[in-house]
T-cell receptor, first 113, second 114 residues
Framework: NAGVTQTPKFRILKIGQSMTLQCTQDMNHNYMYWYRQDPGMGLKLIYYSVGAGITDKGEVPNGYNVSRSTTEDFPLRLELAAPSQTSVYFC????????????FGPGTRLTVL | GQQLNQSPQSMFIQEGEDVSMNCTSSSIFNTWLWYKQDPGEGPVLLIALYKAGELTSNGRLTAQFGITRKDSFLNISASIPSDVGIYFCAGPYAGGTSYGKLTFGQGTILTVHP
């Protein structure tokens, strides 16, 4: 199993550009999550999904959108990039929502200039 | 909302020394998780704690679930250079169904000098 994979690893955007961060897991996990990590701030939940076709906002959803058309994929969309979205983005998945281990991808480092 | 406070924020130690760090919350947790993040990688689960007072080991790592359920501790014995990284505590969102959502502390950055 590849686990959780994310692409791209690095990206530089100009203000106002849009992009999609890709996340795929091959563990047949129902639950998937997007976090952002800012220096010294831990991880903040952006959006999550409990299954295909079901998504909901986390702690910091403004400026982002998600979709979950399949169990495997959970892309994160930035429509109008802003400097405040410069961060490292992590996707994670878990089999059930009962406080079990979340498996993380390697992250996407995004800079908005 | 819930907040987890980790202490210390950073540590600089010599190889072979023992390390202690903790995580506190203003609210009760039913689960405590400790993750480690290597430079340039995503976090990886080290230890999970599910019961107040529980003491669990994973090699040189030992974690404890505080009896008040508002804190947890992680100890690393005889540190080695590969222990370098950021250590996060985490716990499930409170109130209703958490759907596996986690709240993370801000992390403790560990540097080990050979």
């Amino acid at each position: 199993n590849a686990g959780v994979t994310q692409t791209p690893k690095f990206r530089i955007l100009k203000i106002g550009q849009s992009m999609t961060l890709q996340c795929t897991q091959d563990m047949n996990h129902n639950y998937m999550y997007w976090y952002r990590q800012d220096p010294g701030m831990g991880l903040k939940l952006i959006y999550y999904s409990v299954g295909a076709g079901i998504t909901d906002k986390g702690e910091v959803p403004n400026g982002y959108n998600v979709s979950r058309s399949t169990t495997e994929d959970f892309p994160l969309r930035l429509e109008l990039a802003a400097p405040s979205q410069t961060s490292v983005y992590f996707c994670a998945s878990t089999l059930t929502g009962a406080g079990n281990e979340q498996f993380f991808g390697p992250g996407t480092r995004l800079t908005v200039l | 909302g819930q907040q987890l406070n980790q202490s210390p924020q950073s540590m600089f130690i010599q190889e072979g020394e023992d390390v202690s760090m903790n995580c506190t919350s203003s609210s009760i947790f039913n689960t405590w998780l400790w993750y480690k993040q290597d430079p340039g990688e995503g976090p990886v689960l080290l230890i999970a704690l599910y019961k107040a007072g529980e003491l669990t080991s994973n090699g040189r790592l030992t974690a404890q679930f505080g009896i008040t359920r508002k804190d947890s501790f992680l100890n690393i014995s005889a540190s080695i250079p590969s222990d370098v990284g950021i250590y996060f505590c985490a716990g499930p969102y409170a109130g209703g169904t958490s759907y596996g959502k986690l709240t993370f502390g801000q992390g403790t950055i560990l540097t080990v000098h050979p």
